[in-house]
């Protein structure tokens, strides 16, 4: 899928967000996007060390909560069938469903294999072949709380000699 198709597919799914009425899920998806915000501002400071180009980075970021935000919209629609989940429960619910949907959905729509890797440096590094830009992505990641290793931060910058 070529960087214009992302795109494109990243705006229909951003244009689903408004179904969400339920408060607590609206709060949730508030904080994901101003997570996905940090993110951005961080890796547009760290993008002259990447060797990504510039659309593949920001389709990944656009694209790295597309679980959570499906499961959001499921929840919303199980809401609107009557359910009454405990607000409480969501957030749990959320971190236990949506990273493997949010793969499955990557690969249903066929997302190229480099914007998937760079998207999954987000939360964890591959134990082998490991590049310099999914290190940075991961730096961004850890900087803005999305992955959470203070020590594992200082030994990435460290290794890349990245200040």
Known sequence: MAPISCLHLIRQLLSTRPIL???ALLGLASELTE???????????????????TDIVRAAVSLCRIGELSVLCAMQNFINYGQH???AELPTLLGKHAPDYGNQLKIRLKLPFPLRQLIGALFVLPKTQVHKDQIIMHIAALETGLADNPGELAQLKAQIKLT
């Open 21 to 23: 009425q339920e408060p």
């Open 35 to 53: 997570q996905q915000n940090q993110l951005a501002k961080t890796l547009t400071r760290l993008a002259p060390q990447m060797h990504a180009a």
């Open 85 to 87: 989940p405990d607000a």
